[in-house]
């Protein structure tokens, strides 16, 4: 079965430090998502993209955070200057397209910042 | 108010009870609905749709009320594998269709 794959699975890191989160959208869906998951609180989300561009954003989603897909396969998350409040579960996300296309969701990366 | 409440539980439960789960969303204009589970420090994953008229997934059955903005999960005979965290999850319409989901129940079913 395709699967949604996200690398690392686990990252720790300064605070103040650049961090990429990588994901391997499953081949032929055509929106990705990026949500997170602050531990115990819930699922929320960060962005959108399709057709090469971000199509909505959260508040959240502000200008420390960019997202890339820099070779037609990889989906990537940047967070420029990472804050103690950015520790969370990581998760992407994609999807075919269509009213009804399932959200397959990546197994997480979690990021833990020092 | 927000756009996704759930009653957060704990839900503990014995092996075959029945449970119920119920949600409200918000925004009149979300257009679509969801269960998801999430194990623990797992992803999220699609449980059933929920669709206006009810459906049923084997001993899962979900409904959907529009006029009331409210959603329920009824899970039959439970097994100790539902233990879970169920969460709720609307869509609102556009091209994104993102996922708004609300903070989930947690249920342990207990042998």
């Known amino acids: 079965e395709p699967e949604v794959t996200q690398t690392p699975s686990h990252q720790v890191t300064q605070m103040g430090q650049e961090v990429i989160l990588r994901c391997v959208p499953i081949?032929?869906?055509?929106?990705f998502y990026w949500y997170r998951q602050i531990l115990g609180q819930k699922v929320e989300f960060l962005v959108s993209?399709?057709?090469?561009?971000?199509?909505?954003k959260s508040e959240i989603f502000d200008d420390q955070f960019s997202v890339e897909r820099p070779d037609g396969s990889n989906f990537t998350l940047k967070i420029r200057s990472t804050k103690l409040e950015d520790s969370a579960m990581y998760f992407c996300?994609?999807?075919?397209?269509?009213?009804?296309?399932?959200?397959?969701f990546g197994e997480g990366s979690r990021l833990t910042v020092l | 108010r927000k756009e996704v409440e759930q009653d957060p539980g704990p839900f503990n439960v014995p092996e075959g009870a029945t449970v119920a789960f119920n949600c409200t969303y918000s925004?009149?204009?979300?257009?679509?609905f969801f269960w998801y589970r999430q194990d623990c420090r797992k992803e999220p994953k699609l449980l059933m749709s929920v669709y206006s008229s009810g459906n049923e997934d084997g001993r899962f059955t979900a409904q959907l009320n529009r006029a009331s903005q409210y959603i329920s999960l009824l899970i039959r005979d439970s097994k100790l594998s539902d233990s879970a965290t169920y969460l709720c999850v609307v869509r609102r319409g556009g091209s994104a269709r993102q996922l708004t989901f609300g903070s989930g129940t947690q249920l342990t079913v207990l042998p």
């Open positions: 081949s032929n869906h055509l929106y």
């Open positions: 993209f399709y057709n090469n561009e971000i199509s909505e």
């Open positions: 996300a994609s999807r075919a397209g269509g009213d009804t296309g399932e959200l397959f």
């Open positions: 925004n009149s204009a979300s257009q679509s």
